[in-house]
T-cell receptor, first 111, second 113 residues
């Protein structure tokens, strides 16, 4: 039972490049979330999903897209990376109204 | 939308003292309030949570209180130990469905021995 995993762990992008972050969970959770964490800013919700095929915007959705084609996977895409998207990205999953379990994080640097 | 304010941003205590972290929220529809602990370089982990139909919850040295009328909730850690040193985040659900969380900006707790 791996819990929540994230791929990759680290990535460096140049401005304007695109990439996809993958989150996978093996706990059969309905809900999945993407957060970004910046120093002094806490965890900010980017997008979330309450089930396969559904997504919703969080606090800071601009510049990101998501897809939930399979219940166990939640993908976060950056179409044209900007330096302001340099951050640590955390994925999480949960049952409805229950504890969120976080992945180990992806450290992204955009130069 | 929901807004969560957390204070203080840093807190230093001596081992054995108590520590209190306070949060306020803006959306009266919020009904789930978890607290997460994050050690340096690690992922956040839940330490305690409380729902809106409960005023207080305790788990060993950790307790959380909720005042729905005033829209604030607090984390209390008694008999602090050096291993309690970490960043603590409060959060509030964004609606009655509890579908997602809005987090406070965090409190860095330092416990010195």
């Amino acid at each position: 039972n791996a819990g929540v995993t994230q791929t990759p762990k680290f990535r460096v992008l140049k401005t304007g490049q695109s990439m996809t972050l993958l989150c996978a969970q093996d706990m059969n959770h309905e809900y999945m979330y993407w957060y970004r964490q910046d120093p002094g800013m806490g965890l900010r919700l980017i997008h979330y999903s309450v089930g396969e095929g559904t997504t919703a915007k969080g606090e800071v959705p601009d510049g990101y897209n998501v897809s939930r084609l399979k219940k166990q996977n939640f993908l976060l895409g950056l179409e044209s990376a900007a330096p302001s998207q340099t951050s640590v990205y955390f994925c999480a999953s949960s049952y409805p109204e229950m504890e969120q379990y976080f992945g180990p994080g992806t450290r992204l640097t955009v130069t | 939308g929901e807004n969560v304010e957390q204070h203080p941003s840093t807190l230093s205590v001596q081992e054995g003292d108590s520590a209190v972290i306070k949060c306020t929220y803006s959306d009266s529809a919020s009904n789930y309030f978890p607290w997460y602990k994050q050690e340096l370089g690690k992922r956040p982990q839940l330490i305690i949570d409380i729902r809106s139909n409960v005023g207080e919850k305790k788990d060993q040295r950790i307790a959380v209180t909720l005042n729905k009328t005033a829209k604030h909730f607090s984390l209390h850690i008694t008999e602090t130990q050096p291993e309690d040193s970490a960043v603590y985040f409060c959060a509030a659900s964004i609606n009655q469905a509890g579908t997602a969380l809005i987090f406070g900006k965090g409190t860095t707790l330092s416990v010195s021995s």
